[in-house]
């Protein structure tokens, strides 16, 4: 199978320009985007049973999400093509009813008039940070990821233009920012944490950089990208 075919329909190769990465960066991007060519999935699995999830480290999750509909989502994960590649991530509103001021990736509900979960994850990035589609060059799709709160996301990986501008949606998104690729891809910097849910145990992924922490299904998202890019 040729790169150009895993990359998956409408997903053109990433332009000269961001290809052509400084070599001596801490992890190149140039390097990102070899493996992701071929390590990324080419198309989403929207059928099968999620493998990835909260459930992976809270096995007793999974039984109870057989008891709640299933809920279709897709989020961005915009790895931006700087020196030193980063990840842009938000900082959810704090008035919001779920999961406020928590560190999330732009996304959301897959709607009726979307045209799959690229199309979704575009269009919320759109609408959360004003992140253009232009600036956007989607490269593959991680397996989906469960929650514990019955969502069923598409992560979507793309390279982001480093000359894209932001503007932010105050009822969704107080802050945006962008952490080292590097940190987030080095398993050193992945922690393990528990604490009680709904009356249960909960052990999840987290990670903390310059005192933010990334932790629930963010941090899992990122795990799952490090293991299929890098491990």
Request: no cysteine; aromatic share 6%; glycine share 8%.
């Amino acid at each position: 199978m040729s790169e150009g075919t895993r990359l998956g329909a409408g997903m053109p190769e990433p332009p000269d320009d961001i290809v052509a990465a400084t070599p001596d960066a801490p992890l190149p991007l140039a390097d990102f985007l070899a493996r992701a060519r071929t390590r990324l999935l080419p198309e989403p699995d929207l059928d099968g049973d999620p493998a990835r999830g909260d459930h992976e480290l809270t096995p007793h999750f999974r039984a109870l999400l057989d008891t709640i509909p299933m809920r279709a989502a897709a989020v961005l994960i915009p790895v931006v093509a700087r020196r030193q590649p980063s990840i842009l991530l938000t900082l959810r509103s704090a008035h919001l009813n779920n999961h406020p001021g928590q560190i999330a990736f732009p996304g959301g509900r897959i709607d009726p008039q979307d045209a799959g979960p690229l199309d979704a994850a575009l269009r919320e990035a759109e609408e959360e940070v004003g992140l253009a589609r232009d600036r956007v060059t989607p490269l593959g799709y991680l397996d989906p990821y469960l929650t514990r709160t019955g969502f069923r996301i598409v992560p979507v990986v793309g390279v982001v233009r480093p000359d894209f501008g932001l503007t932010l949606n105050p009822d969704e998104v107080d802050e945006a920012f962008e952490v080292p690729l590097d940190f987030l891809m080095s398993p050193d910097n992945h922690q393990r944490e528990t604490r009680e849910s709904q009356g249960l145990l909960r052990t999840f992924h987290a990670m903390t950089y310059d005192r933010r922490r990334i932790w629930g299904v963010t941090a899992g998202i990122l795990r799952s990208l490090y293991e299929r890019v890098y491990g």
